[in-house]
């Protein structure tokens, strides 16, 4: 499968490449710092470019069966994301590529929270993280705007940290998920997994899905 990944050498998208290139995929890596190419982990096409403009996304996406996105602004240009986001689904209007988005937890409901977003519940996102939490918001009612494409956008868990590839995960729609002790949470590692996991075996369509350990 030819996969390209936007995003490549963040926390979450080097873990994809190298979860894709472990699985045999043909990947391409995408930075759009020319300083970063060292970046990205062995094995996959460097290429340089911008998701946030539509011809780029274009070009580089020509011929690809995957693309997945996991962007993410730096702190103060959290808005950026939406834009980043719209930018992708149009330069993917004619393409048969699916889109992968990996998004955030905000818009997920809280268990017995009568309705209650994550986004909302400070238990859950402090005020620092508001932000990033609200324009990740955004960004799914963006995809859910969108009917050109076939697009999944998963949600991870309250917590999303590096740390070990256990190759397991719980499954989920639109409630947040949580354990026995009251923890959401998963590995980046694992994250990968359930993202590689959708573009070999896709689940969803047009719609979010949400994971944990």
Not at 26 to 32: D, F, H, I, N, S
Not at 120 to 128: E, L, M, Q, S
Not at 135 to 155: F, K, M, N, P, V
Not at 161 to 175: A, D, H, I, K
Request: with cysteine; proline share 7%; hydrophobic share 40%.
């Amino acid at each position: 499968m030819r996969i390209l990944v936007f995003g490549a050498t963040g926390n979450v998208g080097r873990r994809v490449v190298t979860e894709a290139l472990a699985r045999g995929h043909e990947v391409t890596a995408v930075v759009r710092n020319p300083a970063r190419v060292d970046e990205i982990p062995e094995g996959a096409k460097p290429r340089i470019g911008d998701a946030a403009k539509a011809a780029e996304v274009a070009a580089l996406t020509a011929g690809q069966d995957v693309v997945i996105t996991a962007t993410r602004p730096a702190p103060g240009n959290e808005k950026d994301l939406v834009e980043t986001t719209e930018s992708l689904l149009t330069g993917l209007a004619e393409s048969d590529a699916r889109l992968l988005v990996v998004g955030g937890a905000g818009s997920l409901s809280v268990p017995d929270g009568n309705g209650t977003l994550v986004v909302d519940d400070p238990r859950f996102v402090p005020p620092a993280w508001r932000p990033i939490a609200q324009a990740c918001t955004e960004q799914l009612e963006a995809c859910r705007a969108a009917t050109a494409i076939d697009w999944a956008y998963l949600s991870p868990p309250a917590l999303l940290e590096p740390g070990t590839r256990t190759g397991r995960y719980c499954l989920g729609s639109n409630e947040l998920l949580i354990d026995d002790e009251g923890r959401s949470a998963i590995s980046m590692e694992d994250l990968a997994v359930a993202l590689l996991d959708e573009a070999e075996r896709p689940r969803h369509h047009r719609a979010r899905f949400t994971v944990a350990s």
